[in-house]
């Protein structure tokens, strides 16, 4: 999705958590690549509610991308 087709306020909390896992992109395996370009990413929820109200935030530690309230940014 595309940063200005986004709610503000997501779009930013999505590229200041998307900081703290830029060193996924470091060690990347050729097919969790390809199922990231699928759209099959292996999301993992760690628990962010001393941070922020959201109730759903995931992220996929295999490529940059984090998924807030269901809509994906890269």
Same mark, same amino acid.
């Given at each position: %999705?595309? /940063?200005?087709?986004? @709610? ?7 590229r200041?958590?998307? #900081?703290?896992? *830029?060193d996924a992109e ?8 390809l %199922?990231? /370009?699928?759209?099959l @990413? ?10 922020? #109200?959201?109730? *759903? ?18």
């Amino acid at each position: %999705m595309l /940063w200005h087709d986004a @709610h503000p306020d997501e779009a930013q909390l999505a590229r200041s958590l998307q #900081r703290m896992w *830029s060193d996924a992109e470091v060690d990347r395996n050729p097919l969790r690549a390809l %199922m990231c /370009w699928l759209g099959l @990413h292996l999301w993992l929820q760690p628990d962010y509610t001393a941070f922020t #109200r959201r109730n *759903s935030i995931r992220f996929c530690p295999a490529c940059s991308s984090v998924q807030i309230n269901g809509r994906v940014y890269r």
